[in-house]
Structures are given as structure tokens and as C-alpha cells.
């Protein structure tokens, strides 16, 4: 059997999946099991933030793997403490404490627990988050993501979330009860099809929040840790928030799977011994490796080539002129193209999107969709100018065969 036919045999089918099984990748390249060399615009979904295989993981997960891996939460871990030390002063740089998961729906569901025990004293437990939104599939955060064809067939759904539109601050404030606990929100809305926050609205929902004693929780899963071209994602919007709760994973672990999320330490009181747990929550293994990722991205300065990579994206972008192209829209190398799929000629019934990024495998880039109408870049954020270059040429190359005549 191929990894095609055995998948489809033995692994759900939750997935849809683009026709490429992926063998090996080194740096923003990837090749499949023939061979064949890709460059690798799409990085686990913003999550490879060192490109594949990058030599200060490859050595910290080979070091510590013979170390040790895993104990558990009953005794104290060296190198979780470590990590949570440089999360808090040199990442986040407000007084707090962190918890670790294994994903970012976890860290999400943590945040959620942690706005539940806010609101207790007060009988408040409600949560608004925004249309469009991605939080992750466990249920709790799956029901806080508001997008209805990610609900759809799983009733009933946990009680206590409200969903309103982004970037208008009067359909939050008439979205207030007196149940209302906490706001939950991405900077910069991944999945939903790269939709930033505007630097108004995060400026006044933290008012907002501060004035009306409403936790301000941040999901950073997809723009932190440099994606946005700083180290925190909503610093690249806003400056100055300090946010209640903040949840993390995808690029933290640079490929290794580890979650997190913060909590400012005024609250950290409300999740005491036995509140909240997690097995492998971090390990040894994955708090080494999120480590390195993280201490790699602050030696080099990665942000600061995250910067110039958006500048060369959106000039060339904008140097086409292209007649299918409608705008650049993201931060840093959380970019999204968005296509004028009346100007392409694209199968009946199928998504544009999709259909550019199968294309787009064939000349040898990997990016990924969100929605019907955005290809998103996120290459490592050690891209190269060259790397850039080449994948960009790759991107004209498709939307002009794609271009109706
Ligand atoms: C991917 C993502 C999640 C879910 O993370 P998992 O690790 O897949 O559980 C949550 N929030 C945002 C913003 C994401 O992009």
C-alpha cells in the first residue's frame, strides 16, 4: 500500500488532504518520498518558525532525549522552570506565571478554565469571542471559535460564549451582560483568513476590559513568538497591552509539540494546586526544545529579518500589479494574499484557494488556504531573500496561469 491508500485505510479521515506525502525537510525545503524538492512557504502552519531540522533543536532534543524526557508533574523540572522563566521576563515582560499543554486548543481551554474561576466570585462566566475566530477543536475551545461550520453536528455545546464582530468596539459594548468575564481574541485572526486586529480596537478593548473588570485574554497560538516580526503579536498592533491571559503553541516548539498560556500574576492565585493538569504538560523533552526554538529566534534577531522579508513580500506583490490579486493583508510572515476568484478560471465548485495551492505543489511551494479566498505565506522566520524570491516567482507563475482570458 502507499502512505496514500494506508492513510486512507487507517487514519480518520478529519483531514483534507493535498496529494503530497512529505519524507524529509531541511530549512525552508521539504522533499517527497520520489525526491522531489519543494520550498516550504507553509511551515506546519506557521509552526517550523526555524525552518525543518534547524541544528539548535535537532541538538537540544537529541541532548535532553538522552537526559531525560519525562517525569511528571508531582516533582519539579528544571527545564520547565527555565522556559517559563524566559517566557515571562524576556517574551511577555509583565509579572505572571505560565502553564503548560501540549497544543494550542489546550492552552485555549486553560484560558477558558482560568476566565471560569475569575468570574465565580461574581457570578460571571461569560466569554465573548469574535466571528471568524480559530481556537482549536477540543470542545471548549472549538465552541469558542466562532465560525458555525466548525460547531456544525456537535450539539449540545457548552453554555457561556458570545459571538460578535471584530474591530467594532460598540458591538462589544452591546454585547455586555452582567455574566460577561472575559474577552478572547487573536491579535491577528489566523484560520479565519488573516484578518489583523485594528491597533484602536485592541487600545479599547483593553479599556474596555480595565474599566469593567473583564479579563483581556490573548491567543497568540499562531502570530507569537516572533511571527508578527516581534516577539509578541499584539506589540506589533498595539503597544502597551498587558494582557490578563495569553495563550501560545504552534511556533513555540518550532515542530516539537508543546502549548502554553500566561497567567498575569494578580490572577495566578485562581489556579492553585489541582486545578488544572496535564501529563506530558511540559516535559523535559518538549520545554528543552521550545527553549532552544525561542533563545534562537532572540540570539539572531529573528524579527528583525521578519521585518525585511514582509517589506520584500508586499513590494513585490504590490510590483505586479497582478489583475487577481486583491490586497497583502497580515504582519510580518503571517501575510495573506487575497485572490479575485472572478478573475481566475477555477473548476466549478471548487474553493480558489484550494485549488492555487494544489497548483502551486505542482511548481513546487508548499502555502496553505484560509477560506475560499486567501493563500496565506508563513515561511520559517529565517527565510532567505533568495528563498523569497524564488517562491514569489512560483506564486505569479500560478495566478497567471490561472488568469482568465
Ligand atoms: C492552530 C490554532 C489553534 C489550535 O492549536 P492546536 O495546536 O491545533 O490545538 C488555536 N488558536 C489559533 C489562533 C490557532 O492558529
Given at each position: 500500500?502507499?502512505?496514500?491508500?494506508?492513510?486512507?485505510?487507517?487514519?480518520?479521515?478529519?483531514?483534507?488532504?493535498?496529494?503530497?506525502?512529505?519524507?524529509?525537510?531541511?530549512?525552508?525545503?521539504?522533499?517527497?518520498?520520489?525526491?522531489?524538492?519543494?520550498?516550504?512557504?507553509?511551515?506546519?502552519?506557521a509552526t517550523?518558525?526555524?525552518?525543518?531540522?534547524?541544528?539548535?533543536?535537532?541538538?537540544?532534543?537529541?541532548?535532553?532525549?538522552?537526559?531525560?524526557?519525562?517525569?511528571?508533574?508531582?516533582?519539579?523540572?528544571?527545564?520547565?522552570?527555565?522556559l517559563a522563566?524566559?517566557i515571562v521576563?524576556?517574551v511577555v515582560?509583565h509579572?505572571g506565571k505560565i502553564f503548560f499543554s501540549n497544543s494550542g486548543a489546550e492552552a485555549n481551554d486553560g484560558l477558558i478554565k482560568f476566565a471560569r474561576?475569575f468570574?465565580?466570585?461574581?457570578?460571571?462566566?461569560?466569554v465573548?469571542t469574535f466571528?471568524?475566530s480559530f481556537h482549536g477543536r477540543t470542545?471548549g475551545a472549538m465552541t469558542a471559535t466562532?465560525?458555525?461550520?466548525?460547531?456544525?453536528?456537535?450539539?449540545?455545546?457548552?453554555?457561556?460564549?458570545?459571538?460578535?464582530?471584530?474591530?467594532?468596539?460598540?458591538?462589544?459594548?452591546?454585547?455586555?451582560?452582567?455574566?460577561?468575564?472575559a474577552f478572547l481574541l487573536e491579535p491577528i485572526q489566523g484560520e479565519?483568513?488573516?484578518?489583523?486586529?485594528?491597533?484602536?480596537?485592541?487600545?479599547?478593548?483593553?479599556?474596555?476590559?480595565?474599566?469593567?473588570?473583564?479579563l483581556l485574554l490573548l491567543d497568540e497560538v499562531q502570530c507569537g513568538f516572533?511571527r508578527?516580526?516581534?516577539l509578541n503579536g499584539y506589540?506589533?498592533?498595539?503597544?502597551?497591552l498587558?494582557p490578563d491571559g495569553i495563550s501560545w503553541a504552534k511556533g513555540m516548539g518550532?515542530?516539537?509539540p508543546i502549548g502554553s498560556f500566561y497567567v498575569a500574576?494578580?490572577h495566578a492565585?485562581?489556579l492553585?494546586?489541582?486545578?488544572h493538569?496535564s501529563?506530558?504538560g511540559g516535559?523535559?523533552?518538549?520545554?528543552?526544545?521550545s527553549?532552544?526554538?525561542?533563545?534562537?529566534?532572540?540570539?539572531?534577531?529573528?524579527?528583525?529579518?521578519?521585518?525585511?522579508?514582509?517589506?520584500?513580500?508586499?513590494?513585490?506583490?504590490?510590483?505586479?500589479?497582478?489583475?487577481?490579486?486583491?490586497?497583502?493583508?497580515?504582519?510580518?510572515?503571517?501575510?495573506?494574499?487575497?485572490?479575485?476568484?472572478?478573475?481566475?478560471?477555477?473548476?466549478?465548485?471548487?474553493?480558489?484557494?484550494?485549488?492555487?495551492?494544489?497548483?502551486?505543489?505542482?511548481?513546487?511551494?508548499?502555502?496553505?488556504?484560509?477560506?475560499?479566498?486567501?493563500?496565506?505565506?508563513?515561511?520559517?522566520?529565517?527565510?532567505?531573500?533568495?528563498?523569497?524570491?524564488?517562491?514569489?516567482?512560483?506564486?505569479?507563475?500560478?495566478?497567471?496561469?490561472?488568469?482568465?482570458?
Open positions: 500500500m502507499t502512505t496514500t491508500e494506508k492513510t486512507k485505510q487507517y487514519v480518520l479521515e478529519t483531514y483534507g488532504r493535498f496529494p503530497l506525502t512529505v519524507a524529509r525537510g531541511k530549512g525552508t525545503r521539504v522533499w517527497d518520498e520520489r525526491g522531489r524538492e519543494y520550498l516550504d512557504f507553509c511551515s506546519g502552519i517550523c518558525s526555524l525552518g525543518h531540522c534547524h541544528p539548535a533543536l535537532t541538538k537540544a532534543i537529541a541532548e535532553q532525549s538522552t537526559t531525560l524526557m519525562h517525569c511528571s508533574n508531582l516533582y519539579y523540572i528544571g527545564q520547565q522552570a527555565d522563566e524566559l521576563e524576556r515582560g509579572p474561576r468570574g465565580q466570585a461574581t457570578g460571571r462566566y461569560e465573548i466571528n471568524k470542545i466562532a465560525q458555525t461550520k466548525i460547531h456544525e453536528g456537535f450539539d449540545p455545546l457548552p453554555t457561556g460564549f458570545t459571538y460578535v464582530e471584530p474591530n467594532n468596539l460598540d458591538a462589544v459594548k452591546a454585547a455586555l451582560t452582567d455574566k460577561t468575564a479565519g483568513g488573516v484578518n489583523p486586529m485594528t491597533r484602536e480596537f485592541l487600545e479599547g478593548l483593553s479599556g474596555l476590559a480595565k474599566e469593567k473588570d473583564i516572533g508578527t516580526g516581534d506589540d506589533t498592533i498595539a503597544s502597551g498587558a518550532g515542530g516539537f500574576e494578580k492565585h485562581l492553585g494546586p489541582g486545578s493538569g501529563t506530558y516535559n523535559a523533552l518538549a520545554c528543552a526544545a527553549k532552544a526554538v525561542i533563545e534562537t529566534i532572540i540570539a539572531e534577531n529573528l524579527t528583525e529579518n521578519v521585518k525585511a522579508r514582509e517589506a520584500q513580500i508586499r513590494e513585490t506583490i504590490a510590483g505586479w500589479n497582478h489583475p487577481a490579486i486583491t490586497e497583502v493583508r497580515g504582519h510580518g510572515l503571517l501575510l495573506g494574499i487575497g485572490l479575485k476568484p472572478d478573475a481566475l478560471d477555477i473548476p466549478e465548485g471548487k474553493a480558489a484557494s484550494i485549488h492555487l495551492c494544489a497548483a502551486l505543489i505542482e511548481k513546487g511551494l508548499l502555502v496553505p488556504p484560509a477560506g475560499p479566498e486567501i493563500i496565506r505565506l508563513l515561511p520559517p522566520l529565517n527565510v532567505s531573500a533568495d528563498e523569497v524570491d524564488q517562491a514569489l516567482q512560483l506564486v505569479k507563475a500560478a495566478f497567471d496561469d490561472h488568469l482568465k482570458s
